[in-house]
């Protein structure tokens, strides 16, 4: 991606400058990204961006431009805002962390960190924007195409909602997230074309409207792509639609083409798919699919599943692309360490009044036990310090409910290396590599997790030890210690 090291907040540069001012820049840090809570009202999240994000670190550079306008700026005295010296110091600037971070497709859970960035802490925090930037809107966007799919049940799901997606970067994204999710296809040609997405459409009520009669248009549109033929129905009467349909099916099967589907947008679309399916039956169209959209989501699909509805392909659009009824991930990026002069490492933690903000110090790594069959719960842990052979983890919203791990029981770390001293050690997967993933990983976790509608909470915690270390650090500065 063309990216430019100008996509951040401002207050990243000001607390940079403060660094550099102070001589604390290249003290050695640690920051995590991860987000607190699932989007909407899930079990799980679909982790997405990497790829980006590698692309973005790879050519993360302030250029002449970007820093003459930063020595344009102006504080409230009417000076300039940086001193030159600081200018020339963000010339010269190239990334020295490390980086690790989880793989693109895997499913991950609120606390984990996503990302972790070790390196001098004025390049951390200059990285915080654009990484949660990258991260959350795609994660955000896999998860909801991954919940529509699983709706779904195997059947096709198309995303459609370039027209209402959020500008053409987010329309873009959203294209390239919901693929990896899960959807077979999008509507979105750019997207088909800068990511390798397959691609699918046909015509519009418009279409249909431009002739004097539906069968005039669906029999003219047979004739300029008899390869394409999808027929929109329900521009006048649906189930007469179907039968001007089936009309221009039989010429078109005549000349060695198939009616590939027919596609409802309007009206009730579970008594609309089964009668339409009788008559497509009933005519011989038995492969013809029937394609719905709509302002479809997993919700209504599951309804419509559940009423028998006779759809066999879904059309996605404004509530994928948008996150409708969820549209941030919320997803954060906190200190969670600074290297002493001396070596070791001082733990940095926010606190707040709400237990669930606050953050969890340390280098944090995560560490997944499976059964012979399937996943069965993560432990977040202090790398500096290493996993415990008997791994236990404690649930962080109710320290009484512990998990214990044999040392033989099967595990895997999350976090992969992707930046060493600033030079990238990671190969990103193909998109399809990519989706595969996603479709694996979600089976190897319990079918509850995966439910629309209150599924069961997924095991996360701390390690016991990275608990009491966290507990001790909260009572010692609320002066309870």
């Known amino acids: 991606m063309p990216a430019t090291a100008l996509l951040t907040d401002l207050y990243q540069l000001t607390m940079a400058y403060g660094y550099w001012k102070t001589g604390r820049d290249q003290r050695e840090a640690v920051f ?49 805002l940086f001193e030159a010296g600081f200018l020339d110091h963000l010339a010269g600037l190239r990334l020295t962390c490390d980086i690790d971070a989880v793989p693109e497709g895997t499913v991950v859970f609120p606390h984990e960190p996503l990302v972790r960035v070790r390196g001098p802490i004025l390049e951390g925090q200059i990285l915080e924007t654009a990484l949660l930037n990258q991260i959350n809107f795609q994660t955000l966007i896999a998860t909801k195409a991954a919940r529509v799919c699983l709706a779904a049940r195997g059947e096709p799901v198309l995303e459609f909602g370039l027209r209402r997606a959020q500008g053409v970067d987010g329309a873009l994204t959203a294209s390239r997230a919901a693929y990896i999710g899960g959807c077979s296809a999008t509507s979105n040609v750019l997207a088909g074309k800068t990511y390798g997405i397959p691609v699918r459409g046909t015509h519009a009520h418009s279409w249909v409207m431009s ?48 009616l590939a589907g027919i596609r409802l947008d309007s009206g009730d679309l579970a008594w609309l798919s089964i009668e339409a399916r009788k008559l497509l039956d009933e005519a011989g169209f038995s492969k013809t699919a029937i394609v719905a959209s709509n302002d479809l989501d997993e919700h209504l699909i599951e309804s419509l599943k559940g009423q028998g509805a006779a759809i066999g392909i879904w059309g996605v659009g404004t509530k994928l692309v948008t996150a409708y009824d969820h549209p941030a991930l919320g997803g ?28 969890t110090p340390g280098i944090l790594q995560v ?25 236990t983890i404690v649930d962080p919203v109710d320290p009484t409910r512990r998990n214990r791990f044999a ?10 290396p992707v930046f060493r001293r600033g030079e990238c050690v990671y190969s990103s997967p193909a998109l399809p590599t990519i989706r595969e993933r996603v479709r694996s990983q979600l089976s190897l976790f319990p079918p509850g997790i995966k439910r629309l509608a209150n599924p069961h909470r997924y095991p996360v915690g701390l390690e016991l030890g990275l608990h009491e270390r966290k507990t001790a650090l909260i009572m010692q500065a609320r002066g309870l210690s």
């Open 332 to 359: 954060v990026y906190k200190l969670g360490g600074i290297r002493r002069p001396d070596g070791t490492w001082e733990p940095k933690m926010k606190l707040s009044e709400q237990a669930v903000k606050i953050s």
């Open 211 to 258: 002739f004097d009669t539906e069968r005039e248009a669906f029999q003219a549109y047979a004739e300029a792509m008899p390869h394409n033929c999808v027929f929109l129905v329900d521009t006048y009467d649906t189930l007469q639609g179907v039968r001007e349909a089936i009309g221009v099916g039989g010429w078109l099967r005549e000349r060695g083409h198939a």
């Open 407 to 416: 040392p033989a029981t099967a595990r895997e770390t999350l976090l992969v």
């Open 32 to 80: 995590h990204l991860f987000y607190r809570n699932n989007p909407f009202r899930s079990g799980f999240a679909i982790a997405a961006g990497l790829s980006d994000v590698v692309d973005y670190l790879r050519n993360l550079r302030f250029a002449p431009d970007d820093l003459a306008y930063l020595g344009s700026l102006t504080g409230q005295d009417g000076r300039g």
């Open 367 to 391: 560490c997944r036990f499976r059964s012979d069959t399937e996943c069965v719960a993560d432990g977040i842990y202090d790398e500096e310090r290493g996993a415990p052979p008997e791994f």
